[in-house]
Structures are given as structure tokens and as C-alpha cells.
């Protein structure tokens, strides 16, 4: 928080710009963390957005609904998971991560990453890593525990017989856009099944940016649980937990869950993305920032960190004041999560933009 010691009201957003209440015009490269994939304000999404509401937004988890089949069709086209439980947040759909490993193994140790971000309720939190995110809030859940990130001998060691799921995410993101390495991943899949366990990815912010719908794809690996947010409702609050795992009905759940509105949400973001074929273009869409202070960019598609050898909250403040939104992951990253709406030829724009003020900023 003390980061931004101006803070932005905004007011407005249109497409790839918001608007403060200054009527300043920003570049938004973080769209909300992550979440606005389709720009703000997508006129398609807001018609289709605004009739839900006149016919249908809530309907209760024990009823049936015409929306709930159109985003199991439309998510069908992008994954071949079996089941789907939907949530409202990235930590929740971490949490029914969890639980659904704990229930089906009747296992309880979760192995999580270090640096790794999942969630700030409390099992999601156990998973988490750092302890700024952590402190103050024990005791966590017992029967976690955490490797070194890209360690597959650590993982090696650290999953056995007891162990429930092993939890990780394929480009960590709070921890500061670090990708896992593809020896990394394959060993995650090779020592999970052969202990028993299952694997988690975790796709809240890398899910739709890469070029893929899962960032897991590019290593050819296919998790037991995966777990999305952000993007996938451009903006409405939801998500999703994806498995084939049968989980008893009754035994988890949520009010809001699933409820029309968020279904409309999805399969409208999904369709949109399918038909412009925008998860596909973002994966030829990355930028290789550079620059006297720039260490090299880290990421894949349109989730990208910029290393800096300074911390990064200084530069973030300076993009601002030159109208250009992006935050920070760790100390010295900056990190851009665009719209995938951004034109290519934008971003060469922006590319300038940015190196420039990095440059300028000592
Ligand atoms: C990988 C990952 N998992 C989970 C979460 C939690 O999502 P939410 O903030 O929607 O609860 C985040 C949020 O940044 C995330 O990046």
C-alpha cells in the first residue's frame, strides 16, 4: 500500500485505457491484476452482461440453469476435464484444490513452493509462502511444507506416502514472473504419480496469457487439479476448479457459486477469446524489455516481468506519472499483465515508452 503514495482513483475504463478522476488518461498494462483480458468496458461482454441481469443473475447451488450448460460447452472447447467447481475467487478455488486433494487421497501433507503465491484465506494462505502474506495470522493449516522452486531434487525428497498433492504454479507470479523449468515440471508429474499423490496447477494468473489455455500445456504434463481465476470472467468475480476427480456432491460449496450471472461472465469471456483467437496470439505477443538498469524480462505471452537491478516500486511510480499502469512482483520485478486485446503494434509503442522512462529514471 505505502507504494503508491499517490493513489489513482479511477473512474473509467475503456479497452486498454482507464481514466482517473482527474480525467488523465492511463495505459492499463496491469488490467486489474490480471483479470480484464478483454479491455474494459468490451461492448459484447457488457450487452451480454446486461441481459443476464434482466433475465437471470442468481439461482441457488441446488438449482439447475441453462448458463451452467453453455459455459461447460464453451469450456469444453478448451479443456477436457471431467468436472468443474466454480468459485468467486482465486483463493477459493484453491481451497476446493485442497480439500478435494485431502478428501479423495485421505492424505493430508500439501508440498508447496517456495515464493509461491496461492491465496490469502487460510488454506490457501498455508500454501503460500511468504511470510508477509503469513504473519500474524497462525496458526496455519497443519501438514504443509515448502521446496525451493525449480528444485526437482527437493521435490524428490519431499514427497512421499503421506504426501496428499504437491501444489505449484507454472510462472510464478507474486513471486516475481519466474517460470518453472520443463525438467522441473516433468519431475513434479513423475514423482506425484509414483507416490500416489496428485499434482495442483495453480493457473489464477498464468490460465489464458501464454499462448495456451493452461501455462502446464507447454510442458506436456496434464495435472490432476487445476485451478484458475482472474481472466476467466474478465472482470466478474469467479472461478474454477478443474478435475477428474469425483468428489461428492454436498460435500463442498459456495452461495454464490455458479450462480447465472457468472456463468454468462464465462462463457462470454471464453467465447470471445475463442472466436478472436486471442489466447493464441498473446503467446507470440511478448516483449523482451531492455535497458541500462533492466537485468532481462522473464515471463512467456502476455505475462511478463521485468528484472530490474534496482527495486521496482521506483519505476512503477515513474510509468504512472508518464500515464503507463503496470505493479510490481518481488522487490525488483515490474510486472505487466495486459489486456489481450493490445495490438502488437501497441506494444512495440509501448516497448519505447517504457525503456525510455526505465532509462531516464536513475
Ligand atoms: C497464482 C495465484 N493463485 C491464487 C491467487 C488468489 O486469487 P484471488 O486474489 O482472486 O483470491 C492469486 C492472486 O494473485 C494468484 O496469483
Known amino acids: 500500500m505505502p507504494l503508491y503514495r499517490k493513489r489513482l482513483r479511477l473512474v473509467r475504463g475503456e479497452g486498454i485505457y482507464v481514466w482517473d ?23 459484447e461482454w457488457v450487452l451480454e452482461m446486461g441481459k443476464q441481469m434482466e433475465k437471470l443473475v442468481t439461482a441457488g447451488p441446488m438449482f439447475d440453469h441453462d448458463e451452467k450448460y453453455e459455459m461447460l460447452e464453451e469450456l469444453s472447447h ?29 492424505r493430508e501433507e500439501i508440498v508447496a513452493m517456495r515464493n509461491a503465491f496461492h491465496g490469502r484465506t487460510l488454506g490457501s494462505l498455508s500454501a503460500t509462502w511468504k511470510p508477509k502474506y503469513r504473519d500474524g495470522f497462525g496458526p496455519l493449516l497443519p501438514g504443509f511444507k515448502h521446496v525451493p522452486f525449480n528444485d526437482s531434487e527437493a521435490v524428490k525428497d519431499a514427497v512421499s506416502e503421506k504426501t ?16 518453472a523449468k520443463d525438467e522441473f515440471v516433468k519431475t513434479l508429474r513423475d514423482v506425484t ?69 457468472a456463468c454468462r461472465a464465462v462463457a462470454t469471456t471464453l467465447r470471445i477469446l475463442r472466436r478472436e483467437r486471442l489466447v493464441e496470439k498473446a503467446g507470440r505477443k511478448f516483449v523482451n524489455f531492455s535497458g541500462e538498469h ?63 522512462v526505465l532509462n531516464d529514471y536513475l
Open 78 to 106: 478448451w479443456v477436457d476435464y471431467e468436472y468443474v467447481y466454480m468459485g468467486n475467487s482465486g483463493t477459493e478455488a484453491v481451497e476446493a484444490a485442497i480439500k478435494f486433494a485431502r478428501l479423495v487421497t485421505g
Open 164 to 179: 496428499a498433492a504437491v501444489i505449484f504454479e507454472p510462472i510464478q507470479g507474486e513471486g516475481g514472473v519466474v517460470p
Open 193 to 261: 504419480e509414483d507416490k500416489g499423490a496428485l499434482l495442483i496447477a495453480d493457473e489464477v494468473q498464468s490460465g489464458l496469457r501464454t499462448g495456451s489455455f493452461l501455462a502446464v500445456e507447454h510442458y506436456g504434463v496434464r495435472p490432476d487439479i487445476v485451478t484458475m481465476g482472474k481472466g476467466v470472467g474478465n472482470g466478474f468475480p469467479v472461478s474454477l476448479t478443474l478435475t477428474d476427480l469425483e468428489v461428492p456432491r454436498g460435500k463442498h460449496g459456495s452461495t454464490f457459486g455458479g450462480n447465472p450471472l
Open 294 to 356: 533492466v537485468v532481462k524480462t522473464r515471463g512467456r505471452g502476455l505475462m511478463m516481468g521485468i528484472v530490474m537491478k534496482r527495486p521496482a516500486g521506483n519505476y512503477v511510480r515513474a510509468l504512472q506519472e508518464k500515464g503507463i499502469l503496470v505493479n510490481t512482483a518481488g522487490t525488483r520485478v515490474i510486472r505487466l499483465l495486459p489486456p489481450l486485446v493490445i495490438e502488437e503494434g501497441k506494444l512495440l509503442e509501448v516497448r519505447e515508452e517504457v525503456e525510455g
Open 21 to 43: 478522476s482527474e480525467g488523465n488518461r492511463y495505459l492499463d498494462l496491469i488490467a486489474g491484476i490480471g483479470v480484464n483480458v478483454l479491455g474494459h468496458s468490451h461492448p
